[in-house]
C-alpha cells in the first residue's frame, strides 16, 4: 500500500542517502527515472499577471471620462485598490518562494523506479508505492509503464535493450526486497530501498534533518501582503485619481462646454480656473448664441461675481448695441425708450442711445423745416418745442401739448343789444348777437377748430413726441397769460359788433361783427420767447346771408363758422405749406 512521507522530517542520514539516490551517485539507483520539474511559480506569476491585468482595468474604469462617477474615484474605491495590491503582492511571494524552493531542492525531483518501489518526489512531498503492490510491467519499445492497482507511472528507458530488461528485474527486486524485509536484512534493504534507516548514527555527520528553503517566514509574509497592499494601493489610487483628474480636465476644455465643465466639477475636479473662468465663459457663450440681452441679463443676475467680468460686459454691451440697431430700425422713441426703460439698470450704451433719440428729434426737426409754411418764427420755436420734448418728458407716450381756448370778452354787449332793440326793424329777442357768442356757441366751435389744429398739428410730429391734446378752456382768473405746466397752444378770441344791416325780405336789425384771434405757443417758465399769431376778420350779414338763413342764430353762427374756419386755415398756413 502506497505511503507517503515529508522529505524534511525524515533523519539526515535517510535525507543524504536518497538525494545521493536520486542523482545517481548514490545506492540503491534508481532502475528508471521520469524528472519533474515544478512549475508551481508559473501558474502564481500567472495569477499575479491577471491580478495585475485586471487591477489595470478597474483602475482604467471611468478614467478621464466626464460621464462616470469613477472619474475621480471616491475614496471608498481605495479598499478595492488595496486589496488588488495585497492579492498581486501575495502571489508575487508565492511565485518567488516556489521558485525559490525548486532551486534550493536537494534532491531530484520527479518519478523514480527503485527496488523497493517507486518513488514520487514533489519538493518536500515523497509519495511511496511498494515493489510489492506491481501488478504489471509492460514494454513497448523504449517505454515501460509499471502498474499499481489504480495507478500506472510511465518511463523511458535509455533504449529498447534496457526496456526489456526491467520486467525481469522490477520481478528480482520484488524478491529481493520481500526476503529482506521477512528476515529484517538491514544490510539489503539499504541496497534496495534509498529511504531505508541503517540506524547506526555517523557521529562524525550532522544529525540535525535537512530544513526546508523558506524565502520568508510566515507572519514576515502576512506583513509584507498587507503592507504592501496598503502602500501600493494606496499610491496607485492616488496616481490613478491625479492622472485622471487632469484626463478629465483636458476632456473637458477640448469640449468646452458648459455640460463639460459642469461634468468635471460634478466627478470631483479641483481646478479653480475652471469654475471661476472657464465654466462662466462657456456659459456666456450659450447666453450670446441666443441673441437675446434678456439671456445675457439673466446671465449677469446668476454670476453677481467672477473673473470675467470685462468679458460680459463686451458681451452685453455687444447685445445691447444688436438691440438698439433693432429699435432704430423701428425709427420710433417708443421703440428708444422701451429699449431703455426695459434694461435701465444696465447703462452701457447710454451714450449711442442718446444719439439716436437726438438723431430722431433731428430728423423730426429736419422734417417739420421741409413741411414749414410761411411764418418765420415757427421753425426756430419748433426747435425749441421739440427740445423741450427732448429735456423734459418725452417718454413712452410723448410730450403733452394742450391746445386750449380763451374767450375775451371786450365790448358791452348790452349797448350794442339795446340798439338793436331800438331799431325799427327790431322783431324780437332772437335779433340780439351776444347770446350766439356766450355759453355753449364758443365750446362747440372751440372743439370743432381746436380738433382741426389738434389733428393737422399731430400728422406733423411723431406722438411719441409731441402728444397734442385739447384742453379745457381757459377760466378769466388764470392771468395773462397763464401759467402752464406743459406746452401750451392758447388761442384767445374775441368779438366786435359794428354796423347795423336791415333785412329787406326778412325784417330785422343785423350786426356786423369783428372777429379776433390771437394764437399763443408757451412753453412752461418760458421767459417770453414765444411764438404769436393775431388777425382780425370782419364779417358782414350781408343780404343774401341774411335771405338764406332761417334764423337769426343760424346767421349768426355761418358767420362764426366761417371766420373761426378761415382763422385755423390761416393759422396753419403760417406752420405749414399744406395746411
Known amino acids: 500500500m502506497k505511503r507517503q512521507a515529508q522529505f524534511y522530517t525524515l533523519p539526515r542520514a535517510v535525507q543524504h542517502r536518497f538525494v545521493e539516490s536520486t542523482r545517481g551517485v548514490g545506492a540503491p539507483a534508481p532502475m528508471l527515472v521520469k524528472l519533474f520539474r515544478s512549475r508551481a511559480h508559473w501558474s502564481w506569476g500567472a495569477a499575479c499577471v491577471l491580478a495585475l491585468v485586471a487591477w489595470v482595468s478597474f483602475s482604467l474604469l471611468g478614467y478621464g471620462q466626464l460621464d462616470s462617477s469613477l472619474a475621480i474615484a471616491p475614496a471608498g474605491v481605495l ?10 503582492v501575495f502571489c508575487a511571494l508565492k511565485a518567488q518562494s516556489k521558485a525559490w524552493t525548486n532551486r534550493r531542492t536537494p534532491f531530484a525531483t520527479g518519478t523514480f523506479l527503485f527496488p523497493s518501489g517507486v518513488i514520487v518526489s514533489r519538493l518536500s512531498k515523497l509519495t511511496i508505492f511498494p515493489i510489492e503492490d506491481v501488478q504489471d510491467v509492460r514494454v513497448s519499445g523504449a517505454a515501460v509503464d509499471v502498474v499499481f492497482a489504480g495507478q500506472t507511472f510511465s518511463f523511458v528507458a535509455a533504449d529498447a535493450a534496457r526496456a526489456i530488461e526491467v520486467p525481469a528485474l ?15 536484512d538491514i544490510r539489503q534493504l539499504l541496497l534496495l530501498d534509498p ?14 534533518p535537512l530544513a526546508p528553503p523558506v524565502l520568508l517566514a510566515p507572519w514576515a509574509t502576512v506583513l509584507a501582503v498587507l503592507a504592501g497592499g496598503a502602500i501600493l494601493g494606496w499610491a496607485v ?4 485619481n ?6 478629465l480636465y483636458a476632456a473637458a476644455v477640448a469640449s468646452d462646454t458648459t455640460a463639460a465643465y459642469r461634468a468635471y466639477l460634478e466627478r470631483g475636479g479641483k481646478r479653480p480656473e475652471v469654475e471661476a473662468i472657464l465654466l462662466p465663459r462657456a456659459e456666456l457663450r450659450e447666453a450670446q448664441a441666443k441673441n437675446s440681452v434678456e439671456a445675457i441679463e439673466a446671465y449677469i443676475k446668476r454670476h453677481a461675481k467672477t473673473r470675467i467680468g470685462p468679458e460680459i460686459t463686451a458681451a452685453h454691451r455687444s447685445a445691447l448695441l444688436a438691440e438698439l440697431e433693432k429699435a432704430k430700425k423701428v425709427g420710433t422713441l417708443t421703440a428708444l425708450n422701451q429699449l431703455e426703460k426695459k434694461h435701465a439698470g444696465y447703462p452701457l450704451i447710454q451714450q449711442e442711445l442718446a444719439a439716436a433719440k437726438q438723431a430722431i428729434f433731428d430728423r423730426v426737426l429736419a422734417n417739420f423745416k421741409n413741411e414749414a409754411g410761411k411764418g418765420t418764427d415757427v421753425v426756430p420755436f419748433v426747435a425749441r418745442l421739440v427740445h423741450f420734448a427732448r429735456l423734459n418728458g418725452a417718454q413712452l407716450d410723448g410730450q403733452k401739448v394742450e391746445i386750449r381756448f380763451q374767450p375775451k370778452y371786450t ?15 327790431y322783431t324780437g329777442v332772437p335779433l340780439l348777437p351776444g347770446q350766439y357768442f356766450k355759453g355753449k356757441y364758443p365750446l362747440e366751435r372751440e372743439a370743432r377748430v381746436g380738433k382741426r389744429l389738434k389733428e393737422r398739428l399731430q400728422r406733423a410730429f411723431p406722438s411719441d413726441i409731441l402728444r397734442f391734446e385739447l384742453g379745457k378752456q381757459v377760466g378769466e382768473d388764470e392771468g395773462e397769460p397763464p401759467q402752464v405746466s406743459v406746452p401750451t397752444l392758447l388761442v384767445e378770441h374775441s368779438v366786435t359788433f359794428s354796423g347795423g344791416f336791415v333785412g329787406l325780405r326778412k325784417q330785422g336789425m ?7 384771434y390771437r394764437a399763443t405757443f408757451l412753453l412752461p417758465k418760458d421767459k417770453g420767447e414765444y411764438v404769436q399769431y393775431r388777425i382780425r376778420l370782419w364779417r358782414a350779414p350781408k343780404q343774401e346771408l341774411i335771405d338764406e338763413a332761417k334764423t337769426p342764430e343760424e346767421l349768426y353762427q355761418a358767420l362764426a363758422t366761417d371766420a373761426y374756419d378761415t382763422f385755423a386755415t390761416e393759422y396753419l398756413e403760417h406752420w405749414f405749406k399744406k395746411p
Open 411 to 425: 365790448q358791452n354787449y348790452e349797448h350794442i343789444e339795446d340798439i338793436v332793440q331800438k331799431s325799427p326793424y
Open 79 to 88: 479598499v478595492v485598490h488595496v486589496a488588488f495590491a495585497a492579492f498581486v
Open 242 to 247: 491625479t492622472w485622471s483628474a487632469k484626463a
Open 510 to 516: 343785423y350786426m356786423g361783427m369783428t372777429l379776433a
Open 170 to 184: 522490477v520481478q528480482e527486486a520484488r524478491t529481493k526486497h520481500r526476503d529482506a524485509k521477512a528476515t529484517n
Open 237 to 240: 489610487f492616488w496616481m490613478r
Open 195 to 208: 529511504l531505508q534507516d541503517s540506524g547506526v548514527p555517523n557521529p562524525l555527520a550532522p544529525s540535525e
